[in-house]
């Protein structure tokens, strides 16, 4: 099964750019990669993902490493908002198997 | 109203009841799952369906079982809580395909004593 690590917090201040790191050194070549943030007291919910090219959407932009090894979830610039735990967790719908790592809480600092 | 509801949102009971957290959704999806939230631990896989007749164990399905009593409705039992099994748990559901995003519930926290 796919192993998923995040670090366990990162801070950042308002207005810069935050890369977020996650290692899924088992990841297989059919699984995806996937982003989720957690805003105190909800569930989470969907950012961005990708399988092999860098994705960009309105909420955030994903590089992917080339070997698929690890990727990074870019906010362009974070503001006090984006302050939340972000989940990254890879693996197949079809499976069933979607496995996330531990989350990294993030602290935005004005 | 929200497309995936959970219910209850906050239960404390004692060690030995049997719990039931239930899981109901509009979203009109077939697949389904519930994951456990630990500090620290992040969110693990119990169970997951991808439909009534299909039922399947996750990471950490012991002490844990699951009924799919209709394509929208999903049901995590613990037969004899313990209180290692206080913690928050998510109901989610995704659509068909292999990119299928998931759409979580609001959480139900559960603790023993």
């Known amino acids: 099964d796919a192993k998923t690590t995040q670090p366990n917090s990162m801070e950042s201040n308002e207005e810069e750019p935050v890369h977020l790191p996650c290692n899924h050194s088992?990841?297989?070549?059919?699984?995806?990669i996937h982003w989720y943030r957690q805003l105190p007291s909800q569930g989470p919910e969907y950012v961005i993902h990708?399988?092999?090219s860098n994705v960009n959407n309105r909420m955030a932009s994903l590089a992917i490493a080339e070997d698929r090894k690890s990727s990074t979830l870019i906010l362009h610039r974070a503001t006090l908002r984006d302050a939340a735990v972000y989940y990254c967790?890879?693996?197949?719908?079809?499976?069933?198997?979607?496995?996330f790592g531990q989350g990294t809480t993030l602290q935005v600092k004005p | 109203d929200a497309d995936v509801t959970q219910t209850p949102r906050n239960r404390i009971t004692k060690t030995g009841k049997r719990i039931m957290l239930e899981c109901s959704q509009t979203k009109g999806h077939d697949r389904m799952y519930w994951y456990r939230q630990d500090p620290g631990l992040g969110l693990r896989l119990i169970y997951y369906?991808?439909?009534?007749?299909?039922?399947n164990k996750g990471e950490i399905s012991d002490g844990y079982s699951v009924s799919r009593q209709a394509q929208a409705k999903f049901s995590l039992s613990l037969e004899s809580a313990i209180p290692n099994q206080t913690a928050l748990y998510f109901c989610?559901?995704?659509?068909?395909?292999?990119?299928?995003?998931?759409?979580f519930g609001e959480g139900s926290r559960l603790t023993v004593l």
């Open positions: 088992t990841i297989s070549g059919t699984d995806y």
């Open positions: 369906s991808f439909d009534v007749k299909d039922i």
């Open positions: 967790m890879s693996g197949s719908s079809n499976t069933g198997k979607l496995i």
């Open positions: 990708g399988l092999t």
């Open positions: 989610a559901t995704s659509g068909q395909g292999n990119t299928g995003e998931l759409f």
